[in-house]
């Protein structure tokens, strides 16, 4: 461990030495050339990402052999245009990574969207956002207070990894609003943390929605310069408050975008250059995100008050829906589609 860490080839956790048999055991459900480049050259080393990679980092983190098929997808996410990946990697901003895997293949591999599910006690959860986090470190050598411009980085970029629970599902999930039930999906964000919202007392899904909404923002976010995605974790008590209240997620994403804004003499020579659309160049107040899409939200957790929000790094930066796929391009339905038959 001594070693690896002197190499910063390591987060500063132990790690699983990769060893060549447990290299291929964990490729026993990775149909993919270990060869294959998954994310183009980017960050420090100037390297491409491949599946071996991948794998390499998988071992390292602890990961079951049954989370390559999602870390592939997750990878395949990071290499959109879209996501901004080369910067996002040596950013100042604390952000990680954020996973969120919805559909039936989640469930099946054990990963988590159940109380306590961005925390510790899920091991899938845990050595599967884990391994992502590696794989960049290693890799791209985004070394921590070395080539990563963090300031003060945080936990995010550890592990930061969960799943939908379609037992607590109000609404349609991410997969099925973007596929349907039987396509697993993998949500990519570069985000902060989850900041707590917390709410005993209101009786009714519109003064709850207030309290979420408030919480979507600060003077000290990203989005207040830099409108783009955020992600709204309601708990189930919550997430049924608001469905008995007459909200749809429309109607939730509609209100957020509407009310979730600043006045422009407060973002006004402050924080960060805004980096906002053309036709925000008027606008008064200004909004936090672009529009209702912007927003996602996912029902997650236990019974409580409490539900949380994931706000952007949002640099010319999206939220990536990738499906989980064979290497034919096929939408697996399980995962034992994977298993190497050989």
Known sequence: MDFFNSEHISDGLPIIPPTKRRYEKMMSYCPWDENEKL??????SGKEICVRDVAIAAVMAGCKPQAMPILVAAFKALNNKLYNFNQSVTTSHPGGNLCIVSGPIA???GLSGKQGCQGPGWPVNATLGRAINLAIINVLRSVPGICDLDCIASQAEFTFCFAEEPSLAEWDMINEERFDSGTTTVYMLKAEPIHDVIDFLSSNGHDLLDTITHCCTTLGSNNAYMPGPL??????????????SGYTKQMIREHIHTYAYHEVPMVRNRGLVPVRPENFRNRHPLPVTRTPGDVEIVTIGGRGGHDGII????LHSEGIVEPVCLP???IAHNINDFKNRS
Not at 311 to 314: D, K, R, S, T, V
């Open 39 to 44: 994310v183009n050259a980017s960050g420090p």
């Open 107 to 109: 469930q099946e591999i």
């Open 231 to 244: 992600v709204v974790c309601l708990t189930p008590d919550h997430a049924a408050l608001l469905k008995r």
């Open 311 to 314: 706000l952007p790094w949002a």
């Open 328 to 330: 034919n391009g096929e």
